[in-house]
């Protein structure tokens, strides 16, 4: 019998297998899939590998702003996707070495509990029975589609297929102004592709701050992304093949498919718009990007008690059973890969008797476009809407030296907000590199530190961090 059994292997489980495994417990872990979960194999790393390359573009037709030219600048988007495939492989070979180097036993299959009691959890295999003292639930999510009519007929894109397709579409509509969303409108667009946004919110990238995310679309506005803020899609087609070919024969399929792709569009989305108005768009795809949902198959013999779609936890990540616990996105609640590590340890702690718990006041959270936006703490928009006092502090990027040095042209924006006892509580930046920069932030209000004790923390010149201080000064 094991101490601990653990399934899924994403950022939460294999966290919770090497901590669990290095204070002394037996662990086994499950994974239906590939080690490293949504986030390695189908989210953060590739997404992030795609866009660096599209970074390294974008800088190299811009080379001139900085005195460097460079000519016939080109693309090989075949040969991005292979790095990026090459580089997951070598991050899931890494997992999976130091889950052998811990004594972790990774069994590959789907797991289902099949009984359970106080004294233990027996877990079907792969045909076999393993017993556990513990178990830990690290199921991850899935990619949510919604109800809109005619999408079960027509071939869309989720984010899992945007990241392996080889060739760029000459245009497509991205249902879903989201992080994962602007990720690709800002990927799809830099190569050249025509992008409209369409999202139901009043603004991109809820419930990051507005005024941060206002910007954020203002820039890609004038990249030449459209947006469609307030808009409902109620329907999805394809759109009929002019080639003249009949698209049900096999031999004519291929044909008729590039008939039809040199079409203006290939595909239909229907949307009603702020005023009310239906409006149609004709793209060569259609990428769905609404969100995801916690994983919870297999889990039904355990009658777990939820909340807002995942498995409830306290701040001990302990569900409504006290040996099974959850971490990551089985839990609906932040489905954030550092917030699913985090949680993992927490769990880890409270099996093997160590006092820790779990907060939520100082997760960052970061958009990996260009320009990046992060994020940590309270909005200003929800502490209107709470009635909490506050007061902000803000400055435009630019008042960093090194930002202007590096960002030809760029602007962005820090803006800082404080309770009222001059407590940092939010932090909230867009501009290059804020995904770096954010974690200072997040560690102040981990610490709860005030105006003043912040204003103490010595930043290196000439550094983008130093925009921290310029605003506190300000």
């Known amino acids: 019998m094991f101490d601990l059994s653990i399934i899924g292997g994403g950022p939460a489980g294999y966290t919770a297998a090497e901590r669990a495994a290095n204070k002394g417990l037996s662990v086994v872990l499950f994974e239906k899939n590939a080690m490293g979960g949504v986030c390695l194999n189908e989210g953060c790393i590739p997404t992030k590998t795609l866009l660096y390359s599209a970074k390294l573009y974008h800088n190299a037709l811009a080379g001139e702003k900085?005195?460097?030219?460079?000519?016939?600048?080109?693309?090989?988007?075949?040969?991005?996707?292979?790095?990026?495939?090459?580089?997951v492989r070598k991050l899931n070979a890494g997992i999976r070495a130091k889950m052998t180097a811990h004594n972790v036993n990774v069994v590959v299959g789907e797991a289902v509990i099949k009984n359970y009691s106080e004294e233990k959890i027996e877990i079907l295999c792969n045909e076999n029975i393993f017993e556990a003292k513990k178990l830990l639930l690290c199921c991850g999510s899935q990619t949510f589609v919604p109800k809109i009519k005619g999408v079960e007929n027509v071939e869309f894109l989720t984010s899992r297929e945007a990241l392996e397709i080889k060739e760029l579409p000459a245009s497509i509509a991205i249902v879903g102004g989201g992080v994962i969303g602007m990720e690709f409108a800002g990927l799809f667009r830099t190569f050249g592709a025509k992008v409209a946004v369409v999202e139901m919110a009043n603004e991109i990238l809820p419930p990051f701050d507005s005024e941060i995310s206002a910007l954020l679309r203002e820039n890609y506005q004038k990249q030449g992304v459209e947006f469609f803020l307030?808009?409902?899609?109620?329907?999805?087609?394809?759109?009929?093949?002019?080639?003249?070919?009949d698209t049900q024969s096999p031999e004519n399929e291929t044909i008729a498919c590039q008939a039809r792709n040199d079409n203006e569009g290939a595909q239909k989305i229907i949307f009603i718009d702020?005023?009310?108005?239906?409006?149609?768009?004709?793209?060569?795809?259609?990428?769905?990007?609404?969100?995801?949902?916690?994983?919870?198959?297999?889990?039904?013999?355990?009658?777990?008690?939820?909340?807002?779609?995942?498995v409830k936890v306290d701040e001990n990540m302990q569900t409504s059973l006290k040996n099974v616990y959850a971490a990551g996105d089985i839990t609906g609640f932040s489905m954030l890969a550092h917030t699913a590590v985090r949680e993992a340890e927490v769990a880890v702690n409270h099996i093997v008797g160590n006092v820790d718990k779990m907060h939520y006041n100082a997760v960052p959270a970061v958009v990996y476009t260009n320009p990046e936006v992060a994020g940590v703490g309270k909005t200003e928009d929800e502490l209107k809407i709470s009635g909490e006092k506050y007061s902000v502090k803000k400055l435009p990027m630019t008042f960093s030296g090194r930002f202007v040095a590096e960002n030809e042209g760029g602007n962005g924006l820090c803006k800082l907000?404080?309770?009222?006892?001059?407590?940092?509580?939010?932090?909230?930046?867009?501009?290059?590199?804020?995904?770096?920069?954010?974690?200072?932030?997040?560690?102040?209000?981990?610490?709860?530190?005030?105006?003043?004790?912040?204003?103490?923390?010595?930043?290196?010149?000439?550094?983008v961090g130093e925009i921290f201080k310029e605003t506190l000064f300000e």
């Open 66 to 87: 900085y005195g460097i030219s460079a000519q016939n600048v080109d693309f090989d988007y075949a040969k991005i996707v292979s790095r990026k495939n090459k580089i």
């Open 230 to 245: 307030g808009a409902k899609v109620i329907e999805i087609q394809s759109l009929p093949c002019h080639c003249g070919l």
């Open 274 to 310: 702020k005023e009310n108005v239906e409006q149609t768009l004709e793209v060569e795809k259609i990428l769905l990007c609404v969100g995801r949902k916690p994983t919870l198959n297999g889990l039904e013999m355990l009658n777990l008690e939820t909340f807002r779609g995942g």
């Open 417 to 463: 907000i404080f309770d009222e006892k001059e407590r940092l509580i939010g932090a909230h930046l867009i501009g290059n590199p804020a995904s770096e920069l954010i974690a200072t932030a997040t560690l102040a209000i981990e610490q709860h530190l005030d105006i003043e004790q912040f204003k103490k923390l010595i930043f290196p010149h000439p550094s």
